[in-house]
């Protein structure tokens, strides 16, 4: 009886996932257009030249989201010109967006998924929080998305499952950044991902446990070095309940991973050759030298608590990559307006890979904040029916090296009345992982340390008006020789009325402060008017 009880709870908290169920969707389609012209001053108030920059800018952009029987998803997407005012502020564009989708059509069998971002950050290690101020000068733009299937279908008491996706990661950064020492770290370019896996399983309830036997392979194509991660594995793992809400969990497993990479192409002086946009230019002649290479058992056990239908746990302890891994997860929606989620990871990991997972782990329903004064998406996107997401730990510091990465992170969203507000931290740990003799030699088994909080909160005060705002710190821990220890914190409101049903005002005061060890700290305070024209 135990065991029928689990499996009804774990059924119903699978159909419960990321996705509602079809028949439960009301249907909603939104798409709303706009418009919107900005004027935004900037001055350092400590540190700095103390000038006074501005500029304007204008943007077009779209926010959509739909709810179908057979579709859901939303996008927000935004292009915006900035205009500026003396020889401080260059004119520039700005592509930025987040959108997630998915579509069955095969109902609960067959559905297809898609998302992708694109937003900037800064390139030089100074965090993620608020770096692409006006007349900055080493910013990078990310562009990064993913799509593919996923099958789930029965044949009798077995379940059977296979997916497949392929994601792409672009940097676009013209500053120059494949320097000496660690900071060659920064010439990432490109990577494709490519990842297939397919499982057959039964519940538990016709036998007393659950089992599912799973296989996979993970490859990504990365530039520059023409570097290769390649992971092959297979396991089989067993449940097993012991009351109605609790199980034993546990797997036992083989995998064959390497990460390799050519070497960097080298003049008559046997130093780097770099390429006009400062990256590594590839010695395509060259072997690939093996940075990391595993071949072996894996295995974990654990614990999985699902007392109802909004609240999961599950937390797991074994031995992979030749060492001990903890991973855990824990989700709660306490009501239809509210969640949270933590969750515990320890992987072996690169920036493409990164932006391609936070993507998938984002739900198809969120609420975007972006920064007013650069038109910038927040790092953290929250959704109050789970899948929120951060890209703190991706953005706060490009890296062109596989790493071990482990670390912890918390989020809460809530939506009560005329509030809404979200609060995010995290914590992650870089070991990086390199061939001996190779150019990032130096750094091979060097780590860093990404520390960041993001707090945003919003109230309507009455049917036309309303104010937001956003508090943010990020600290930036380095290990690596020639790359800084940098503090960015820093602040937002902003107050919004709707003058018609389709004009609206903003205006926005801030302060963004940037710190970096050894260096003179920058405080800048920033002031914008805007308004905004939705079709």
Same mark, same amino acid.
């Given at each position: 009886?135990?065991?029928?009880?689990?499996? !009804?709870?774990?059924?119903?908290?699978?159909?419960?996932?990321?996705?509602?169920?079809?028949?439960?969707?009301e249907k909603r389609l939104e798409i709303e257009p706009y418009l919107e012209v900005n004027q935004t001053v900037l001055t350092d108030i400590k540190g700095g030249d103390g000038d006074v920059l501005a500029y304007s800018s204008a943007a077009v952009g779209v926010d959509a989201r739909v709810t179908t029987r057979d579709a859901e998803?939303?996008?927000?997407?935004?292009?915006?010109?900035?205009?500026?005012?003396?020889?401080?502020?260059?004119?520039?564009?700005?592509?930025? &967006?987040?959108?997630?989708?998915?579509?069955?059509?095969?109902?609960?069998?067959?559905?297809?998924?898609?998302?992708?971002?694109?937003?900037?950050?800064?390139?030089?290690?100074?965090?993620?929080?608020?770096?692409?101020?006006?007349?900055?000068?080493?910013?990078? !733009?990310?562009?990064?998305?993913?799509?593919?299937?996923?099958?789930?279908?029965?044949?009798?008491?077995?379940?059977?499952?296979?997916?497949?996706?392929?994601?792409?990661?672009?940097?676009?950064?013209?500053?120059?950044?494949?320097?000496?020492?660690?900071?060659?770290?920064?010439?990432?370019?490109?990577?494709?991902?490519?990842?297939?896996?397919?499982?057959?399983?039964?519940?538990?309830?016709?036998?007393?446990?659950?089992?599912?036997?799973?296989?996979?392979?993970?490859?990504?194509?990365?530039?520059?070095?023409?570097?290769?991660?390649?992971? !092959?594995?297979?396991?089989?793992?067993?449940?097993?309940?012991?009351?109605?809400?609790?199980?034993?969990?546990?797997?036992?497993?083989?995998?064959?991973?390497?990460?390799?990479?050519?070497?960097?192409?080298?003049?008559?002086?046997?130093?780097?050759?770099?390429?006009?946009?400062?990256?590594?230019?590839?010695?395509?002649?060259?072997?690939?030298?093996?940075?990391?290479?595993?071949?072996?058992?894996?295995?974990?056990?654990?614990?999985?608590?699902?007392?109802?239908?909004?609240?999961?746990?599950?937390?797991?302890?074994?031995?992979?990559?030749?060492?001990?891994?903890?991973?855990?997860?824990?989700?709660?929606?306490?009501?239809?307006?509210?969640?949270?989620?933590?969750?515990?990871?320890?992987?072996?990991?690169?920036?493409?890979?990164?932006?391609?997972?936070?993507?998938?782990?984002?739900?198809?329903?969120?609420?975007?904040?972006?920064?007013?004064?650069?038109?910038?998406?927040?790092?953290?996107?929250? &959704?109050?029916?789970?899948?929120?997401?951060?890209?703190?730990?991706?953005?706060?510091?490009?890296?062109?090296?596989?790493?071990?990465?482990?670390?912890?992170?918390?989020?809460?969203?809530?939506?009560?009345?005329?509030?809404?507000?979200?609060?995010?931290?995290?914590?992650?740990?870089?070991?990086?992982?390199?061939?001996?003799?190779?150019?990032?030699?130096?750094?091979?088994?060097?780590?860093?340390?990404?520390?960041?909080?993001?707090?945003?909160?919003?109230?309507?005060?009455?049917?036309?008006? &309303?104010?937001?705002g956003t508090i943010y710190a990020n600290y930036y821990d380095s290990g690596v020789d020639g790359v800084l220890d940098v503090l960015n914190v820093g602040a937002y409101a902003s107050y919004y009325r709707d003058f018609t049903r389709r004009l609206t005002g903003t205006a926005s005061v801030g302060v963004d402060g940037v710190d970096? !060890?050894?260096?003179?700290?920058?405080?800048?305070?920033?002031?914008?008017?805007?308004?905004?024209?939705?079709?």
């Amino acid at each position: 009886m135990g065991r029928s009880t689990f499996l !009804k709870a774990t059924t119903a908290i699978v159909l419960a996932g990321a996705v509602m169920p079809a028949s439960a969707r009301e249907k909603r389609l939104e798409i709303e257009p706009y418009l919107e012209v900005n004027q935004t001053v900037l001055t350092d108030i400590k540190g700095g030249d103390g000038d006074v920059l501005a500029y304007s800018s204008a943007a077009v952009g779209v926010d959509a989201r739909v709810t179908t029987r057979d579709a859901e998803g939303q996008a927000n997407i935004r292009y915006e010109h900035q205009f500026g005012w003396g020889g401080n502020v260059g004119d520039q564009d700005i592509i930025s &967006g987040i959108a997630r989708a998915r579509i069955d059509p095969i109902q609960d069998i067959l559905h297809f998924e898609a998302g992708g971002i694109a937003t900037r950050t800064r390139s030089d290690f100074v965090g993620a929080g608020n770096g692409a101020l006006a007349g900055a000068d080493a910013i990078a !733009k990310i562009y990064s998305g993913y799509v593919g299937p996923t099958l789930t279908t029965t044949a009798g008491d077995l379940t059977i499952n296979a997916a497949y996706r392929l994601g792409y990661t672009k940097v676009e950064d013209d500053s120059g950044l494949a320097l000496p020492g660690g900071q060659r770290l920064r010439s990432y370019d490109s990577s494709l991902y490519q990842s297939a896996s397919a499982s057959v399983g039964m519940q538990p309830g016709p036998l007393p446990v659950g089992w599912t036997v799973s296989v996979g392979y993970d490859r990504e194509d990365a530039d520059p070095l023409d570097q290769l991660f390649e992971d !092959k594995w297979a396991r089989l793992d067993l449940t097993l309940p012991v009351s109605p809400t609790t199980a034993i969990v546990g797997g036992v497993g083989y995998e064959d991973l390497e990460i390799g990479q050519r070497d960097v192409l080298r003049d008559a002086n046997d130093d780097p050759v770099i390429s006009p946009s400062g990256r590594l230019v590839t010695d395509k002649s060259s072997p690939r030298q093996l940075s990391y290479d595993f071949d072996g058992l894996i295995w974990d056990v654990g614990v999985l608590w699902r007392p109802s239908r909004r609240t999961s746990l599950e937390a797991r302890i074994g031995e992979r990559y030749g060492s001990w891994r903890f991973t855990g997860n824990f989700t709660w929606q306490p009501d239809r307006d509210s969640s949270v989620s933590i969750s515990v990871f320890d992987g072996i990991d690169s920036f493409g890979r990164m932006m391609n997972g936070s993507l998938v782990g984002l739900g198809t329903s969120f609420n975007v904040q972006r920064n007013p004064f650069t038109g910038d998406l927040s790092t953290c996107v929250f &959704g109050v029916q789970g899948g929120g997401q951060c890209f703190n730990d991706a953005l706060s510091a490009i890296s062109a090296a596989n790493f071990r990465h482990r670390g912890v992170n918390a989020q809460y969203s809530a939506e009560r009345g005329a509030w809404n507000w979200g609060v995010a931290a995290g914590y992650a740990r870089r070991k990086f992982i390199a061939p001996a003799g190779g150019v990032f030699d130096e750094v091979n088994g060097a780590t860093d340390e990404n520390y960041y909080v993001n707090l945003i909160a919003g109230r309507k005060i009455d049917q036309r008006s &309303g104010v937001n705002g956003t508090i943010y710190a990020n600290y930036y821990d380095s290990g690596v020789d020639g790359v800084l220890d940098v503090l960015n914190v820093g602040a937002y409101a902003s107050y919004y009325r709707d003058f018609t049903r389709r004009l609206t005002g903003t205006a926005s005061v801030g302060v963004d402060g940037v710190d970096p !060890k050894g260096i003179e700290s920058i405080i800048s305070a920033l002031a914008q008017i805007s308004l905004r024209y939705q079709f």
